[in-house]
């Protein structure tokens, strides 16, 4: 149990983009004393278990469920895919931008240039 507790604490914080550190500073425990918890050499994750739920925004069944790891990374795939869908999005719309600001500046060119001949 401890070493499945140890591997979800890893992929919830991580999913949460936080240091060991940070996580321990919330828990009120050492930074070596966490690492511990996720390594599963530690049942000190029972103590601080209501805690841990609230920090990571989980239920306590998802905390002890076996293969959470991989729901939580599909979840950040797809959290990850649709912001690069969108990034796309916003990407495509600038180049539409500078395609006709190009435009415009060809007419510009196209204009001065009559007034030379």
């Given at each position: 149990?401890?070493?499945?507790?140890?591997?979800?604490?890893?992929?919830?914080?991580?999913?949460?983009?936080?240091?060991?550190?940070?996580?321990?500073?919330?828990?009120?425990?050492?930074?070596?004393?966490?690492?511990?918890?996720?390594?599963?050499?530690?049942?000190?994750?029972t103590?601080?278990?209501i805690?841990?739920?609230?920090?990571?925004?989980?239920?306590?069944?998802?905390?002890?469920?076996?293969?959470?790891?991989?729901?939580?990374?599909?979840?950040?795939m797809?959290?990850?895919?649709?912001t690069?869908?969108?990034?796309?999005?916003?990407?495509?719309?600038?180049?539409?931008?500078?395609?006709?600001?190009?435009?415009?500046?060809?007419?510009?060119?196209?204009?001065?240039?009559?007034?030379?001949?």
């Amino acid at each position: 149990m401890n070493k499945i507790v140890g591997d979800n604490l890893k992929v919830l914080r991580k999913s949460k983009n936080m240091s060991q550190e940070e996580v321990a500073d919330h828990l009120q425990i050492s930074q070596s004393a966490y690492a511990r918890m996720e390594r599963g050499e530690s049942t000190s994750w029972t103590i601080h278990f209501i805690k841990i739920c609230e920090v990571f925004e989980v239920v306590p069944e998802e905390l002890v469920k076996k293969g959470l790891g991989d729901s939580v990374y599909e979840s950040l795939m797809n959290t990850g895919r649709q912001t690069e869908i969108a990034m796309l999005g916003v990407y495509r719309k600038i180049i539409k931008q500078y395609e006709l600001q190009i435009e415009d500046l060809k007419m510009i060119i196209k204009h001065l240039n009559k007034g030379k001949n």
